[in-house]
């Protein structure tokens, strides 16, 4: 990717990305934000799509540019393949390349046992948690593979190998997607393009509080306190994550699936 190393704000080290493009699908969520603004303050302009929360991603396009960097909000619903094309032709055309696709968009999972779930709710689960997935990185993927390189990294779950009781979608739909990634990373490294997933735990965004209503104090104080860290994550810390497998520092890691996530699977 040719990012050089500097020590970025707040002392935090990240690759710099002075003159770097990046998109970041679900750039509302709370992952989305905070990603967005790290990129931004190493030097990368962003795009950002967004379906349900316009105003979230214009607030997440604010701080792009109070960094001093481009910013350009797409509205896009992923589960449409046109649409999503039309993303990233515009983040290439109005910004001028792509060189970075952080996909942290997702559903909200229906919270039940397999038996109860009805299958179009399954179904339409699966359309935006993982087609949707596919419908955003394929077409970047095909434009760094033109362009000489890129770096994929992708927003996943810890619910891929923990395999929880009542979360039978988010368990299907991010292993499918770490599949995915493992894929690509290994038919496009010879192309320069690298494919990796961030797989979180518990994290303090707007999808996480939802989730915790509906389990209760009870069952949300209980799951906090079986993590070993005895916290959830911030938003900022699963950033710094994507910055380094984004950047020149994690230029030699493809194909990778890295928790971020407090030892939470390991206690589980």
């Avoid at 792009?64 to 094309?85: F, I, K, M, N």
Wanted: net charge positive; hydrophobic share 45%; with cysteine.
């Amino acid at each position: 990717m040719g990012e050089r190393s500097r020590a970025a704000k707040g002392g935090r080290v990240t690759g710099t990305f002075a003159g770097r493009v990046a998109l970041v699908s679900g750039g509302s969520g709370g992952v989305g934000r905070a990603v967005a603004a790290d990129l931004a303050r190493a030097g990368a302009d962003v795009a950002l799509t967004s379906h349900s929360h316009p105003q979230r991603a214009e607030q997440a396009a604010a701080a792009v540019r109070q960094a001093g960097r481009r910013a350009l909000v797409l509205p896009t619903d992923l589960r449409d393949a046109s649409a999503t094309e039309k993303a990233v032709a515009r983040t290439v055309a109005e910004l001028g390349r792509l060189d970075v696709l952080v996909h942290a968009a997702g559903g909200d999972v229906d919270w039940a046992p397999v038996r109860d779930i009805q299958p179009q709710g399954f179904a339409d689960f699966i359309a935006i948690d993982l087609v949707g997935a596919f419908n955003v990185i394929q077409p970047a993927v095909r434009h760094m593979h033109g362009a000489g390189g890129g770096a994929v990294v992708a927003i996943s779950s810890i619910a891929a190998q923990m395999c929880q009781s009542r979360n039978s979608q988010g368990a299907a739909s991010k292993a499918g997607l770490e599949a995915l990634i493992r894929v690509i990373a290994r038919e496009e490294g010879r192309y320069g393009i690298r494919a990796n997933a961030v797989s979180i735990g518990l994290t303090d965004t707007e999808q996480a509080r939802l989730a915790f209503e509906r389990w209760g104090p009870k069952a949300t104080e209980q799951v906090i306190a079986g993590i070993p860290l005895q916290r959830i994550a911030r938003p900022e810390e699963v950033a710094r994550m994507v910055l380094f497998l984004a950047g020149e520092e994690g230029g030699y890691v493809t194909g990778k699936v890295i928790q971020v996530d407090g030892g939470q699977i390991i206690a589980a």
